[in-house]
């Protein structure tokens, strides 16, 4: 193990902690009523830049990030035991440079490659019976207010690149592990949704400079509001706050903890009954004495198909 210097340890935590709350997604629609049976597949491209806030005993100035990824999603929706169901699979390549001056020297770090992927098993208990696609439109007409709640699971997968001798890594070389609670109400044009999630971590027994880095829980709250202008037309916006995962390195507490607020505005249009686009704006805050000020410019586009489309287009019928 080599014992790091308390502004050598301080840098690290820092950056640590973009990889231990990066993914603090703000995104309305993860207890969405969605057909049984159905498949998504997104993708999406998303533009980030921030400022790293320092401790100034660093003696870093001017330090930045610039961060371009590109992500894929899939979805499969089912009954399970009477209630409606979907697991997602996410992953993302990414290309980030950080800059910015020590003791007055320029320096760049430069990576590109896998983010850690991601699997979320969601189930709806309340509020979102299970209903195939060719019923879908007539049950939702036939109830314009609609109360849901469910739980979630997501596990995010220490598959990312991860290097022990880099200060600055895309992947976490840990699992994340975060069971989630949701409650969606939906009435007429309007739905309301709040999500609250505790992120759970395990150990980095590869940290740099031959460290263990542990971190404690952090917690989230988020809401959103959406709104349908049209049939085809809707926007969003959306609120969270993060507080926790203090780190501990070699046995040795930190005074790290992170504090973020999350704030978003995005507009959706179908193109088509199974095609739709995103537009998004997503900015972080940090709050703690310490952390990262993101702003990030999002596109996405997911299309779905139930499996009777594909029984029909086969000629297998029901």
């Known amino acids: 193990m080599v014992l790091l210097r308390p502004p050598l340890l301080a840098l690290l935590l820092v950056f640590a902690s973009a990889a231990t709350t990066r993914a603090q997604e703000l995104e309305p629609g993860r207890w969405n009523h969605l057909p049984i049976n159905t498949n998504f597949i997104g993708v999406g491209y998303a533009y980030a830049e921030g400022d790293l806030s320092l401790d100034p005993v660093l003696q870093i100035e001017d330090a930045t990030v610039q961060i371009h990824t590109v992500a894929l999603r899939t979805i499969r929706t089912f009954d399970l035991l009477g209630f409606s169901a979907r697991v997602d699979l996410s992953g993302a390549w990414q290309d980030g440079t950080w800059k910015g ?17 991601a699997v979320r098993f969601t189930l709806n208990l309340y509020g979102a019976p299970p209903v195939e696609a060719r019923h879908f439109a007539a049950y939702k ?61 395990t150990d980095n027994d590869d940290f740099f400079g031959d460290n263990k880095l542990a971190n404690e829980p952090f917690y989230t709250i988020q809401g959103h509001a959406q709104y349908h202008l049209l049939p085809t037309l809707w926007a969003a916006a959306g609120l969270a706050y993060g507080n926790g995962a203090r780190s501990t390195v070699s046995g040795d507490r930190k005074d790290d903890r992170k504090e973020n607020l999350v704030y978003s505005a995005s507009v959706g249009y179908s193109l088509t009954r199974t095609l739709g686009i995103k537009v998004g704006y ?36 029901e």
């Open 141 to 201: 007409a036939e109830h314009d207010s609609q109360t849901i709640v469910g739980v979630g699971i997501s596990v995010q997968v220490p598959l990312g690149e991860y290097f022990d001798d880099k200060l600055i890594n895309l992947g976490t070389n840990r699992f994340t592990i975060r069971p989630q609670l949701g409650v969606v109400h939906e009435r007429g044009n309007w739905k309301l949704e709040f999500t609250g999630s505790t992120w759970i971590y």
């Open 101 to 117: 001056s020590l003791a007055g020297t320029p320096a760049r770090v430069h990576r590109k490659g896998w983010a850690d992927p």
């Open 282 to 317: 997503l900015g972080t805050s940090g709050l703690a004495r310490t952390g990262i000020d993101f702003d990030s410019v999002i596109v996405s586009a997911t299309f779905f198909w139930p499996d009777s489309l594909v029984r029909a287009a086969l000629g297998l019928g």
